[in-house]
């Protein structure tokens, strides 16, 4: 499938074209996600403002030097995490994890990639498998991304890589099942796109905690899903936040500036939205 380009502003796809050709001739690996992707996969087109782009931690700074060479500004906004590149208003999305720093990209995404095309540029595209697995926990008031799995599940069920997928949730398995269970919600005459051995591995191992018991631990797992909505565990009940243990590979600072962040996202969301309001003719 091949993204066209004409939803696009001429400047917005000159530069995004300028930078999928330079990265490709310098030979910096990475893989275009985000809507484009997801676009090849479900066959649903959405425009969104940016370009995503997934690359390893390790190629992060060759990638902003030469998007800087490009006549690009560019920035880490979140080091455990995501870098920019701007040019005027546009922007590309330099990815090499995720916000609760769980799904960091690493060889195996190369390995399963997929060859596409983007814009005219030659380009390998994330693997539906890592692109469930970093969405699911992405689960904030303002933008919860269940249905984009819903639809990837729908697209490619039948032909994942389950037990791939499976290990890439590892202790973090009940995400899974929670969308697996979703997704057998929302399309019930499609449900046997899910293995019944995977339903009936992920209820043996629920069963299994339940004969256990609680943890002793007071830990809070809900920052994994959302920055925002657990802060009040973690500050005024005193759960142990799940992003600072061996779970992710995130720091004291990463946290601190990855929810600073919080305020200054909502206040650019209400301003997005009271221009939207305000152009609307009803």
């Given at each position: 499938?091949?993204?066209?380009?004409?939803?696009?502003?001429?400047?917005?796809?000159?530069?995004?074209?300028?930078?999928?050709?330079?990265?490709?001739?310098?030979?910096?690996?990475?893989?275009v996600g985000g809507a484009y992707a997801f676009a090849r996969i479900t066959g649903i087109e959405r425009h969104t403002k940016d370009l995503d782009i997934f690359l390893r931690p390790a190629d992060r700074d060759l990638a902003l030097r030469l998007l800087?060479?490009?006549?690009?500004?560019?920035?880490?906004?979140?080091?455990?995490?995501?870098?920019?590149?701007?040019?005027?208003?546009?922007?590309?999305?330099?990815?090499?994890?995720?916000?609760?720093?769980?799904?960091?990209?690493?060889?195996?995404?190369?390995?399963?990639?997929?060859?596409?095309?983007?814009?005219?540029?030659?380009?390998?595209?994330?693997?539906?498998?890592?692109?469930?697995?970093?969405?699911?926990?992405?689960?904030?008031?303002?933008?919860?991304?269940?249905?984009?799995?819903?639809?990837?599940?729908?697209?490619?069920?039948?032909?994942?890589?389950?037990?791939?997928?499976?290990?890439?949730?590892?202790?973090?398995?009940?995400?899974?099942?929670?969308?697996?269970?979703?997704?057998?919600?929302?399309?019930?005459?499609?449900?046997?796109?899910?293995?019944?051995?995977?339903?009936?591995?992920?209820?043996?191992?629920?069963?299994?905690?339940?004969?256990?018991?609680?943890?002793?631990?007071?830990?809070?797992?809900?920052?994994?899903?959302?920055?925002?909505?657990?802060?009040?565990?973690?500050?005024?009940?005193?759960?142990?936040?799940?992003?600072?243990?061996?779970?992710?590979?995130?720091?004291?600072?990463?946290?601190?500036?990855?929810?600073?962040?919080?305020?200054?996202?909502?206040?650019?969301?209400?301003?997005?939205?009271?221009?939207?309001?305000?152009?609307?003719?009803?």
């Amino acid at each position: 499938m091949t993204v066209p380009a004409e939803t696009l502003d001429p400047r917005t796809c000159a530069f995004y074209r300028r930078a999928l050709t330079a990265l490709t001739e310098a030979g910096v690996p990475f893989l275009v996600g985000g809507a484009y992707a997801f676009a090849r996969i479900t066959g649903i087109e959405r425009h969104t403002k940016d370009l995503d782009i997934f690359l390893r931690p390790a190629d992060r700074d060759l990638a902003l030097r030469l998007l800087a060479s490009q006549d690009c500004q560019t920035e880490v906004a979140f080091p455990h995490w995501l870098a920019k590149a701007h040019c005027g208003e546009d922007y590309i999305d330099i990815i090499y994890s995720s916000g609760n720093g769980v799904a960091a990209v690493d060889d195996e995404w190369f390995a399963h990639a997929t060859a596409d095309t983007v814009l005219g540029v030659p380009v390998l595209l994330c693997p539906t498998e890592e692109m469930i697995w970093s969405k699911a926990f992405v689960q904030e008031r303002e933008r919860f991304d269940g249905a984009d799995i819903a639809h990837l599940l729908h697209a490619n069920g039948r032909t994942l890589d389950w037990p791939r997928l499976l290990r890439r949730f590892s202790c973090h398995w009940r995400v899974l099942l929670a969308h697996l269970l979703l997704f057998g919600f929302v399309y019930p005459s499609e449900r046997d796109a899910v293995p019944a051995w995977l339903l009936r591995s992920l209820w043996r191992r629920a069963e299994q905690e339940l004969a256990a018991g609680p943890l002793t631990q007071r830990i809070c797992q809900g920052p994994l899903l959302s920055r925002a909505q657990y802060l009040h565990d973690i500050d005024q009940l005193g759960y142990v936040d799940a992003r600072l243990t061996a779970a992710t590979g995130m720091t004291r600072e990463d946290v601190a500036r990855w929810t600073a962040a919080i305020a200054e996202e909502r206040e650019r969301h209400d301003s997005d939205d009271t221009d939207a309001a305000a152009g609307c003719r009803c």
